[in-house]
């Protein structure tokens, strides 16, 4: 089964910026849609990116949108979440997520039967 694996987390001062990545192992064909969610303490889970690799079509939240950025790189099988310009708003717990469906918006990643989630990373901003 597909297995993703976050890593990059960690804590950073307000204006800095970070690197997630994620790995998803072997099923390539099982990844077309990949996205980025977090979950703050307090709140329900949002999603932040989202990249259907077929075509490079990309989605972002609002809250995101010109500081954050979603990335492949198809050579070493990662999918990166450059974040920029960071603040103590996001802190959290990251998680990647992946299913083998067309999406250019979140949805199809929050079919529970579909999609596959990775165990999180957190990211700290103060």
């Known amino acids: 089964d597909v297995q993703l694996v976050e890593s990059g987390g960690g804590s950073v001062q307000a204006g800095g910026s970070l690197r997630l990545s994620c790995a998803a192992g072997?099923?390539?064909?099982?990844?077309?849609?990949m996205g980025w969610f977090r979950q703050r303490p307090g709140k329900d889970r949002e999603a932040l990116a989202v990249?259907?690799?077929?075509?490079?079509?990309?989605y972002y939240a609002d809250s995101v949108k010109g500081r954050f950025t979603i990335t492949r790189d198809k050579a070493k099988d990662l999918v990166y979440l450059q974040m920029n310009g960071l603040e103590p708003e996001d802190t959290g717990m990251y998680y990647c997520?992946?299913?083998?469906?067309?999406?250019?918006?979140?949805?199809?990643?929050?079919?529970?039967?579909?999609?596959?989630w990775g165990q999180g990373t957190q990211v700290t901003v103060s």
């Open positions: 072997r099923y390539t064909y099982k990844r077309n849609c």
């Open positions: 990249l259907w690799i077929g075509g490079a079509t990309t």
């Open positions: 997520a992946a299913v083998s469906k067309y999406c250019s918006s979140p949805s199809p990643l929050l079919e529970p039967s579909d999609s596959t």
